[in-house]
């Protein structure tokens, strides 16, 4: 996904909140998530930003957004980095391997779409490690709505 796409996925935003914090805020690198719900379909989370944080983070998929958040206090982070979910997979006892990806579905440990998970394969097996650091060997997606 190239910045053209994202602007152009962008010009349906109807949210005046949303649209004026993408506007006047930089995007970044888009960041593909995998949908494990949905084998082989995946979306795009683009974070914008201005001197003083994030601003907005914007869902795409099919080429257009889906989904926005307006970001009220501009220190808070993106994403949780991926050296970090090393680390607490790391803090298990385990030893992971080294590319975690991002992926996501409706479960009890991410209900949304704007906080996926990072996969990450160990010799005991895949982990999911969520954006506030904790490790799951497990998606409970048997929840009524998951």
Not at 30 to 48: H, N, Q, S, T
Not at 64 to 80: D, E, H, I, W, Y
Not at 120 to 130: E, K, L
Request: glycine fraction near 10%; include cysteine.
């Amino acid at each position: 996904m190239n910045i053209d796409e994202v602007m152009a996925a962008l010009d349906a935003i109807p949210d005046p909140a949303l649209r004026a914090a993408v506007t006047h805020s930089v995007p970044g690198d888009p960041v593909r998530v995998e949908r494990l719900d949905l084998p082989g379909a995946e979306y795009w989370l683009i974070p914008f930003a201005d001197d003083e944080g994030l601003r907005a983070v914007v869902e795409v998929r099919s080429g257009r957004a889906v989904k926005g958040g307006v970001v009220t206090a501009p220190g808070a982070g993106f994403l949780l980095a991926p050296g970090a979910a090393l680390d607490a997979v790391r803090a298990t006892g385990a030893a992971p391997g080294p590319s975690p990806r991002l992926v996501w579905q409706p479960c009890a440990e991410s209900w949304d779409s704007f906080q996926p998970l990072w996969l990450v394969d160990t010799a005991g097996g895949p982990v999911f490690v969520d954006q506030a650091g904790t490790v799951h060997e497990e998606l409970h997606t048997d929840l009524k709505g998951a």
